[in-house]
């Protein structure tokens, strides 16, 4: 039976849930386990940027109980970059690399038979063929047919598409 690692990127994610079914609502288990597929669950990780409580406390204290309530999922565990101020808005800074950096090295330290990538970030389709033809280890995406990298989907073996019907499934 593959063993299946899952790799969110959440704010990507979130974006899509909003843009896709107006509603970010989702039950991550419910959801890690459509993913899965009968398959054996090994992780999932999420990686987020916290919003700064100096900068809106009501966000931070919504985000925080969010976090919080997915960290106690089992096998769930959650990875922090950080926001930096640039030109009057906030961009993410070490999310995307520490992803990349932990698909990789699970894979090489043979972690998983199956990443699953949640995200429609383009930029991993370089991660995804490394993964895929240097380690041998299948790479699928999952995400919303709108918002998805066609180059993300052709370097991964499998694409899952979010659709609001496989969603319904798992939407609080």
């Keep these: 039976m593959d063993r299946v690692m899952i790799f969110i990127d959440g704010s990507n994610f979130y974006h899509g849930c909003k843009r896709v079914l107006s509603s970010a609502a989702v039950d991550f288990e419910k959801f890690a386990e459509l993913l899965c597929d009968n398959r054996e669950l090994r992780a999932v990780y999420y990686y987020n940027a916290p919003v700064r409580r100096q900068d ?3 966000r931070y204290r919504g985000q925080q109980r969010f976090l919080a309530k997915i960290q106690r999922i089992p096998y769930f565990k959650v990875k922090l970059g950080r926001l930096v101020r640039r030109a009057g808005s906030f ?18 330290r043979d972690n998983y038979d199956v ?17 895929g033809d240097d380690l041998g280890k299948h790479i699928e995406n999952a995400y ?16 899952i598409e979010l659709t609001p ?3 319904q499934q798992c939407m609080i």
């Design 165 to 167: 019907a496989l969603m």
């Design 144 to 159: 919303f047919l709108s918002g998805r990298s066609q180059v993300l989907e052709n370097a991964c073996h499998r694409f």
């Design 115 to 131: 990443a699953i990538l949640v995200s429609g970030d383009g930029d991993f389709a370089a991660l995804a063929d490394a993964i």
């Design 91 to 108: 961009v993410e800074k070490g999310v995307d690399l520490t992803m990349a950096m932990d698909m990789l090295l699970y894979g090489l």
């Design 56 to 58: 809106d406390e009501e």
